[in-house]
Antibody
Framework: QVHLVQSGAEVKKPGASVRVSCKAS????????ISWVRQAPGQGLEWMGWISGPIGNTNYAQKFQGRVTMTTDTSTTTAYMELRSLTSDDTAMYYCADGGPRGLFADWGQGTLVTVSS | QSVLTQPASVSGSPGQSITISCTGG?????????VSWFQHHPGKAPKLLVYDVSEWPSGASNRFSGSKSGNTASLTISGLQAEDEADYYC??????????FGGGTKVTVL
Protein backbone atom coordinates (compact mmCIF):
# COMPACT_ATOMS: atom_id res chain seq x y z
CA GLN A 1 0.00 0.00 0.00
CA VAL A 2 1.21 3.44 -0.89
CA HIS A 3 1.82 5.87 1.93
CA LEU A 4 1.73 9.58 1.14
CA VAL A 5 2.90 12.12 3.72
CA GLN A 6 2.39 15.83 3.12
CA SER A 7 4.05 18.90 4.57
CA GLY A 8 2.45 21.01 7.28
CA ALA A 9 -0.03 23.87 7.20
CA GLU A 10 0.94 27.17 5.59
CA VAL A 11 -0.23 30.75 6.02
CA LYS A 12 0.56 33.09 3.15
CA LYS A 13 -0.18 36.67 2.19
CA PRO A 14 -1.97 37.57 -1.03
CA GLY A 15 0.42 37.61 -3.97
CA ALA A 16 2.82 35.14 -2.39
CA SER A 17 3.63 31.59 -3.48
CA VAL A 18 3.28 28.32 -1.60
CA ARG A 19 5.00 24.98 -2.09
CA VAL A 20 3.47 21.81 -0.69
CA SER A 21 5.38 18.54 -0.57
CA CYS A 22 4.17 14.94 -0.72
CA LYS A 23 6.56 12.11 0.10
CA ALA A 24 5.62 8.86 -1.64
CA SER A 25 6.86 5.33 -1.93
CA UNK A 26 9.22 4.49 -4.75
CA UNK A 27 6.54 2.33 -6.38
CA UNK A 28 4.22 5.30 -6.82
CA UNK A 29 6.96 7.32 -8.35
CA UNK A 30 7.79 4.75 -10.97
CA UNK A 31 4.26 3.82 -11.94
CA UNK A 32 1.23 5.88 -10.98
CA UNK A 33 2.51 9.42 -10.63
CA ILE A 34 0.92 12.01 -8.34
CA SER A 35 -2.19 14.16 -8.75
CA TRP A 36 -3.00 17.24 -6.71
CA VAL A 37 -6.56 17.92 -5.56
CA ARG A 38 -7.86 20.77 -3.46
CA GLN A 39 -11.03 21.58 -1.53
CA ALA A 40 -11.87 25.16 -0.61
CA PRO A 41 -14.11 25.75 2.44
CA GLY A 42 -17.67 24.76 1.64
CA GLN A 43 -16.73 23.69 -1.88
CA GLY A 44 -16.20 20.40 -3.67
CA LEU A 45 -13.08 18.58 -4.79
CA GLU A 46 -11.07 20.20 -7.58
CA TRP A 47 -8.36 18.44 -9.61
CA MET A 48 -5.38 20.68 -10.18
CA GLY A 49 -3.11 18.50 -12.27
CA TRP A 50 -0.79 15.50 -12.43
CA ILE A 51 2.85 14.67 -12.72
CA SER A 52 3.92 11.28 -14.01
CA GLY A 53 6.55 9.38 -12.11
CA PRO A 54 9.21 8.16 -14.49
CA ILE A 55 9.74 11.15 -16.76
CA GLY A 56 8.00 13.91 -14.87
CA ASN A 57 5.54 14.84 -17.59
CA THR A 58 2.85 17.16 -16.31
CA ASN A 59 -0.71 17.98 -17.24
CA TYR A 60 -2.49 20.83 -15.48
CA ALA A 61 -6.14 21.77 -15.28
CA GLN A 62 -6.76 24.76 -17.51
CA LYS A 63 -7.77 26.87 -14.53
CA PHE A 64 -4.31 26.62 -13.00
CA GLN A 65 -2.11 26.74 -16.10
CA GLY A 66 0.50 29.48 -15.76
CA ARG A 67 0.15 29.62 -12.01
CA VAL A 68 1.02 26.09 -10.86
CA THR A 69 4.15 23.99 -11.21
CA MET A 70 4.38 20.33 -10.20
CA THR A 71 7.76 18.71 -9.81
CA THR A 72 9.33 15.59 -8.36
CA ASP A 73 12.60 14.75 -6.68
CA THR A 74 13.24 11.12 -7.52
CA SER A 75 16.15 10.87 -5.08
CA THR A 76 13.77 11.45 -2.16
CA THR A 77 10.57 10.21 -3.88
CA THR A 78 8.92 13.53 -3.05
CA ALA A 79 6.46 15.44 -5.21
CA TYR A 80 5.99 19.18 -4.97
CA MET A 81 3.19 21.52 -5.95
CA GLU A 82 3.92 25.24 -6.16
CA LEU A 83 1.06 27.71 -6.59
CA ARG A 84 1.88 31.34 -7.29
CA SER A 85 0.06 34.69 -7.09
CA LEU A 86 -2.12 33.48 -4.23
CA THR A 87 -5.47 35.07 -3.47
CA SER A 88 -8.02 34.39 -0.75
CA ASP A 89 -9.76 32.05 -3.21
CA ASP A 90 -6.75 29.72 -2.91
CA THR A 91 -7.46 29.10 0.78
CA ALA A 92 -8.12 25.38 0.79
CA MET A 93 -7.05 21.93 1.90
CA TYR A 94 -4.60 20.57 -0.64
CA TYR A 95 -4.25 16.81 -1.13
CA CYS A 96 -1.86 14.68 -3.11
CA ALA A 97 -3.13 11.35 -4.43
CA ASP A 98 -1.44 8.49 -6.24
CA GLY A 99 -2.44 8.27 -9.87
CA GLY A 100 -3.24 10.34 -12.91
CA PRO A 101 -6.35 11.50 -14.77
CA ARG A 102 -7.79 7.98 -14.91
CA GLY A 103 -8.85 8.69 -11.31
CA LEU A 104 -7.62 5.51 -9.66
CA PHE A 105 -6.74 7.40 -6.44
CA ALA A 106 -6.46 4.51 -4.01
CA ASP A 107 -4.18 6.44 -1.64
CA TRP A 108 -4.21 10.02 -0.49
CA GLY A 109 -2.00 12.25 1.61
CA GLN A 110 -3.39 13.59 4.87
CA GLY A 111 -3.93 17.05 3.39
CA THR A 112 -2.19 20.40 3.83
CA LEU A 113 -4.20 23.44 4.82
CA VAL A 114 -3.12 26.58 2.99
CA THR A 115 -4.57 29.82 4.30
CA VAL A 116 -4.18 33.04 2.31
CA SER A 117 -4.80 36.10 4.42
CA SER A 118 -3.46 39.60 4.73
CA GLN B 1 -18.77 25.32 -11.83
CA SER B 2 -18.33 21.54 -12.14
CA VAL B 3 -18.54 19.91 -15.52
CA LEU B 4 -20.11 16.79 -14.00
CA THR B 5 -23.55 17.28 -12.49
CA GLN B 6 -24.54 15.51 -9.28
CA PRO B 7 -27.63 16.00 -7.11
CA ALA B 8 -26.84 18.22 -4.12
CA SER B 9 -28.33 15.77 -1.65
CA VAL B 10 -29.78 12.29 -1.37
CA SER B 11 -31.25 10.66 1.71
CA GLY B 12 -32.44 7.25 2.79
CA SER B 13 -33.27 5.14 5.80
CA PRO B 14 -30.95 2.47 7.22
CA GLY B 15 -31.07 -0.69 5.16
CA GLN B 16 -32.43 1.02 2.06
CA SER B 17 -30.63 1.47 -1.24
CA ILE B 18 -29.96 4.88 -2.76
CA THR B 19 -28.49 5.95 -6.09
CA ILE B 20 -26.40 9.01 -6.91
CA SER B 21 -26.16 10.16 -10.51
CA CYS B 22 -23.25 11.88 -12.26
CA THR B 23 -24.00 13.43 -15.65
CA GLY B 24 -21.37 14.66 -18.06
CA GLY B 25 -20.93 14.61 -21.80
CA UNK B 26 -19.35 12.71 -24.65
CA UNK B 27 -15.91 14.16 -23.90
CA UNK B 28 -15.81 12.71 -20.41
CA UNK B 29 -18.30 10.26 -18.85
CA UNK B 30 -19.82 9.15 -22.14
CA UNK B 31 -16.54 8.79 -23.96
CA UNK B 32 -14.44 6.76 -21.55
CA UNK B 33 -14.87 4.02 -18.96
CA UNK B 34 -12.78 5.91 -16.43
CA VAL B 35 -15.34 7.05 -13.88
CA SER B 36 -14.43 6.87 -10.20
CA TRP B 37 -16.45 7.44 -7.04
CA PHE B 38 -15.13 8.78 -3.73
CA GLN B 39 -16.52 9.03 -0.21
CA HIS B 40 -15.43 12.06 1.80
CA HIS B 41 -15.98 12.51 5.50
CA PRO B 42 -15.19 16.04 6.77
CA GLY B 43 -11.66 16.32 8.10
CA LYS B 44 -10.50 13.11 6.43
CA ALA B 45 -8.93 12.32 3.09
CA PRO B 46 -11.32 11.10 0.38
CA LYS B 47 -11.69 7.34 -0.03
CA LEU B 48 -11.90 5.53 -3.36
CA LEU B 49 -15.05 3.38 -3.60
CA VAL B 50 -15.23 2.44 -7.27
CA TYR B 51 -12.98 2.98 -10.30
CA ASP B 52 -13.27 2.31 -14.05
CA VAL B 53 -17.07 2.69 -13.73
CA SER B 54 -17.71 -0.52 -11.77
CA GLU B 55 -14.47 -1.95 -10.39
CA TRP B 56 -13.75 -2.21 -6.66
CA PRO B 57 -10.33 -1.32 -5.29
CA SER B 58 -8.73 -3.71 -2.84
CA GLY B 59 -10.54 -3.64 0.48
CA ALA B 60 -13.57 -1.70 -0.74
CA SER B 61 -17.07 -2.67 0.31
CA ASN B 62 -19.30 -4.27 -2.33
CA ARG B 63 -22.25 -2.36 -0.87
CA PHE B 64 -21.07 0.40 -3.21
CA SER B 65 -21.58 -0.41 -6.87
CA GLY B 66 -21.09 1.66 -10.01
CA SER B 67 -22.64 1.66 -13.47
CA LYS B 68 -22.90 3.85 -16.54
CA SER B 69 -25.40 4.50 -19.29
CA GLY B 70 -24.53 6.99 -21.98
CA ASN B 71 -23.32 10.23 -20.43
CA THR B 72 -24.55 9.37 -16.92
CA ALA B 73 -22.75 7.30 -14.32
CA SER B 74 -24.37 6.11 -11.11
CA LEU B 75 -23.31 4.95 -7.67
CA THR B 76 -25.68 2.72 -5.73
CA ILE B 77 -25.27 2.27 -1.99
CA SER B 78 -27.02 -0.87 -0.78
CA GLY B 79 -27.97 -1.60 2.82
CA LEU B 80 -27.51 2.01 3.86
CA GLN B 81 -25.71 2.41 7.20
CA ALA B 82 -25.24 5.35 9.54
CA GLU B 83 -21.54 5.55 8.71
CA ASP B 84 -22.39 6.06 5.03
CA GLU B 85 -23.43 9.61 5.87
CA ALA B 86 -20.81 11.65 3.98
CA ASP B 87 -20.16 13.59 0.80
CA TYR B 88 -19.77 11.59 -2.41
CA TYR B 89 -17.94 12.69 -5.54
CA CYS B 90 -17.69 11.24 -9.02
CA UNK B 91 -14.75 11.93 -11.30
CA UNK B 92 -14.12 11.27 -14.97
CA UNK B 93 -11.20 11.19 -17.35
CA UNK B 94 -11.48 13.78 -20.10
CA UNK B 95 -10.22 13.62 -23.66
CA UNK B 96 -7.55 16.25 -23.03
CA UNK B 97 -5.95 13.93 -20.45
CA UNK B 98 -7.32 15.87 -17.50
CA UNK B 99 -9.74 14.82 -14.80
CA UNK B 100 -12.89 16.52 -13.61
CA PHE B 101 -14.89 16.01 -10.41
CA GLY B 102 -18.60 16.31 -9.94
CA GLY B 103 -19.98 18.94 -7.60
CA GLY B 104 -20.57 16.41 -4.83
CA THR B 105 -23.63 14.86 -3.21
CA LYS B 106 -24.39 14.96 0.51
CA VAL B 107 -25.87 11.67 1.68
CA THR B 108 -28.03 11.78 4.79
CA VAL B 109 -29.09 8.66 6.65
CA LEU B 110 -32.51 9.33 8.18
Amino acid sequence: QVHLVQSGAEVKKPGASVRVSCKASAYTFTTSGISWVRQAPGQGLEWMGWISGPIGNTNYAQKFQGRVTMTTDTSTTTAYMELRSLTSDDTAMYYCADGGPRGLFADWGQGTLVTVSS
Amino acid sequence: QSVLTQPASVSGSPGQSITISCTGGSSDVGGYNYVSWFQHHPGKAPKLLVYDVSEWPSGASNRFSGSKSGNTASLTISGLQAEDEADYYCSSFRGDYTLVFGGGTKVTVL
